[in-house]
Structures are given as structure tokens and as C-alpha cells.
């Protein structure tokens, strides 16, 4: 359980309160993993990005980028400019993987999301170098849509910790969970169910989870190259907190689903733990083949 970071980076501590070992220097990183972080308030939620890999028995190294195309306009400039790479500096450091992070642009067509020619470049890097990519939210939507699944817009957004069945519970990553498991999801969208179906059959994607009445959210390439997963199993009780506040002062009759933001329990962080915890695993033994 480690991660190695820059000796004055901001959450060095916070991370260290969570039982993360911080290395700082000396021996090399078992896996490199860049953050394509496009969320708001960016370096607040590199921290629960953080805190889900460094679950995780190898010893990992985050390596920050930033889309070109993007303001960060909530997000701290003096940290983006120290500790993050534009988008096109990714190729040159030859990364394990890629974690692509969520945005608030569900509700738009890629046609309208500024920076979305810099994500069509990261799918096809990733797939022409064999570079594994987990897109999670919006990042998860995107995955979809490079693998031909489109998205829906809902009338209300999904919010809360949801019961999702385990589509696969033999797969390498659904191990992480039980026949039925509970993930926060935050989301104004979600896959044609249609589409999941068609390319399943032609052996193109693999569903992994589903919420009932929503459809599948979890889902993976043929070859394992690619995963898409619409919810949050980043996010910590806190977190789900925050955004109920924020929605609910544009919102008095917002609707969260199986989750008291004001009596918040963690029913789910000891299987997302498990989760990225595969999921790097697995990283590690494609590099090794």
C-alpha cells in the first residue's frame, strides 16, 4: 500500500492518515499510471483518486495531465502548473495505464466538448500502443463511445449508492465484488442499453455490473484493453456528501438514492479498494507478458 510522490505534495499527510505508505524516492515504481484529470477542483480529487491506488500491494506512480483545451477554472493554477503535463506530453512518458476521470459534460454531444479531440488522440494512442485505459463517469462514457456504445441523457440525475448486480463474478475484476454490491454513481447519463447488448453479442464488449432499471454501467473491451465504469468507486462517504449540498441548493427536491448525507455510511470502499486493486494487478501482468 504505496504510491510514490513528490516530497511536498500536497496530500502527502491526508494519504498517510489512510495507512499509504509515501515513498519519495529510492527504488523505482512496480506501475506508472497517468491521471487524465478533468474533474473540477482538480487537486482535491486527485486525493481520492490517490487513496483507491494506493490500496493497492504494488507501488504506484501517478504521473498528472492536464487537456490543453480545458480552463480549470475551479481548479488551484499554481498546483496544475507544478505538478501537471498537457495531454500531448503523455505519449513521451510511456505510461503503464491511464485512469481518465469524470466531467460534468454527460449532458453534452462530443461536438460540444472543447476538448474532446484531446480524448479521441488518448483512445487511439491507447489502443495503438496497448496502453490499458480505465475511464471512470463521464471518462467511463467516452470508453463506451470509442468502443461504438452512445449515451443517454436522463431527465433526473442518478445519485447516490446504488445496489448493482455482478454481471461476471469469474472476470479477473469483478472478483472484487459480491453477487450484489453497492457504488456511488453521479451521472446525468447512461449507455443504451441496445447498443451494450448488440456489441456483446458480437463479442466486441463484456458488461460487467448493472443497476436495475438503469442498465449496465460497467464494461470492458474484448481484449481487456479498455474499461468503462459510469459510477464513482473512487468516491469516499464525504465526497457524496459535498455534491448532495452543492445539488440540493439548485435543487430543494433532489433525489439520493441509498445514501443518508446526514448520517453518511461507506458501505462500498473495501471492494473499490479491491477493484483498483485488480485492476492494477492486471496492468502489471499484461506489461509482464
Known amino acids: 500500500m504505496s504510491l510514490l510522490l513528490h516530497p511536498d505534495y500536497l496530500h502527502n499527510e491526508r494519504l498517510r492518515a489512510r495507512d499509504i505508505t509515501i515513498e519519495t524516492s529510492g527504488r523505482s515504481a512496480d506501475i506508472r499510471v497517468a491521471l487524465f484529470n478533468i474533474m473540477p477542483q482538480a487537486e482535491e480529487y486527485e486525493f481520492m483518486l490517490l487513496n483507491r491506488l494506493g490500496s493497492s500491494r504494488l507501488l ?39 485512469l481518465l ?53 436522463y431527465s433526473d440525475k442518478l445519485s447516490g449508492v446504488f445496489h448493482s448486480g455482478n454481471l461476471a463474478p469469474e472476470h479477473r475484476l469483478m472478483k472484487a465484488f459480491g453477487k450484489d454490491f453497492r457504488c456511488p454513481q453521479s451521472r446525468f447519463a447512461g449507455l443504451v442499453e441496445a447498443e451494450v447488448i448488440e456489441l456483446a453479442l458480437k463479442g466486441i464488449v463484456r458488461p460487467l455490473a448493472a443497476i436495475p432499471g438503469y442498465g449496465t454501467f460497467l464494461l470492458e473491451s474484448n481484449d481487456g484493453l479498455f474499461t468503462a465504469h459510469l459510477g464513482h468507486p473512487e468516491y469516499l462517504p464525504e465526497r457524496i456528501v459535498f455534491e448532495y449540498r452543492r445539488d440540493v ?41
Open 249 to 289: 441548493l439548485s435543487n430543494p427536491a433532489v433525489r439520493i438514492v441509498g445514501f443518508d448525507p446526514f448520517n453518511p455510511v461507506d458501505c462500498w470502499s473495501a471492494e473499490s479498494d479491491r477493484f483498483f486493486s485488480y485492476w492494477l494487478e492486471g496492468v502489471k501482468e499484461r506489461g509482464a507478458v
Open 60 to 98: 504506484v506512480q501517478p504521473l498528472f495531465f492536464r487537456a490543453e483545451k480545458h480552463p480549470y477554472g475551479s481548479s488551484n493554477q499554481h498546483h496544475l502548473n507544478r505538478y501537471y503535463q498537457p495531454s500531448p506530453m503523455l505519449e513521451q512518458q510511456n505510461p503503464d495505464a491511464i
Open 101 to 153: 476521470t469524470g466531467a460534468p459534460v454527460e449532458h453534452l454531444s462530443p461536438e460540444e466538448i472543447h476538448y474532446q479531440k484531446e480524448i479521441d488522440a488518448l483512445m487511439l494512442y491507447c489502443r495503438d500502443s496497448k496502453t490499458p485505459l480505465l475511464g471512470i463517469c463521464w471518462g467511463g462514457i467516452a470508453v463506451a463511445r470509442f468502443l461504438g456504445v452512445d449515451s443517454e441523457v
